[in-house]
């Protein structure tokens, strides 16, 4: 699958199961890990969770599914999605479409874990109805993001600056998940601000700051191996 329409353009919902996930919501999910299992508590007690490790050890999928949760419970109105548009160092706005089919590239990896978690044809209706929301971090100043649960992914390509103005955005009966990697970040040296943003929010008792490692990588063992000699 292209992920590329008839007409030439690129529908990220399309090429999503349409099966009995869509009559009934897919069962929760369970750890696989002692760290996945600490994440999942972090996010379950914290407004704020910080997820940070290396690749393949579920900390977006594990964010995208409690969000489904939650919604599907009905303890949030809306999830709301945004990662930065880093990965190809283009700037969305020489991207044809709207800002939905502009970000739509970028923020795939979360329309997938979404479309696996409650379907696509559920998917899509949320979509349409404005109940999950793409919002690119430069667009997210100055709102207050009530009754939401808001997962910031790729956090490692934000400067601090960015960052903090995320988590500011934070509003009542809300949650709020940062993942990403310091160690593939897409920044010039110096520019990235998770690290530091993580070490200043961890002592605070009501922020969550989780640490994924290697031993946390739930994809094929030989990714574990080689990101420990990358």
């Excluded at 103005?165 to 998940?177: C, D, K, Q, Y």
Aim: net charge negative; with cysteine.
């Amino acid at each position: 699958y292209t992920g590329f329409d008839d007409l030439g353009g690129w529908d990220p919902l399309d090429g999503q199961p349409d099966g009995p996930r869509d009559k009934k919501y897919i069962k929760k999910i369970k750890p696989r890990s002692e760290g996945q299992a600490e994440l999942m508590q972090s996010i379950d007690e914290y407004a704020l969770t910080l997820a940070i490790g290396p690749a393949g050890t579920g900390k977006t999928y594990l964010a995208i599914a409690a969000a489904a949760e939650a919604l599907e419970e009905g303890s949030v109105d809306r999830i709301i999605l945004s990662r930065p548009a880093m990965e190809a160092g283009e700037s969305i706005g020489y991207l044809p479409g709207s800002m939905q089919d502009k970000m739509a590239p970028y923020l795939r990896p979360l329309y997938d874990a979404l479309g696996d978690r409650m379907g696509g044809k559920k998917l899509r209706h949320f979509m349409d109805d404005g109940t999950i929301e793409i919002a690119p971090v430069g667009f997210m100043r100055g709102r207050t993001l009530n009754n939401a649960f808001v997962v910031i992914d790729e956090a490692q390509n934000c400067t601090y600056q960015q960052i903090k103005m995320l988590v500011s955005r934070l509003g009542w009966n809300s949650t709020m998940v940062v993942t990403g990697d310091p160690a593939q970040t897409d920044l010039l040296d110096g520019m990235s601000g998770l690290t530091q943003i993580a070490e200043k929010l961890k002592p605070l008792p009501n922020v969550g700051v989780m640490q994924l490692q290697a031993k946390d990588i739930v994809r094929h063992p030989l990714v574990a191996e080689m990101l420990e000699v990358l």
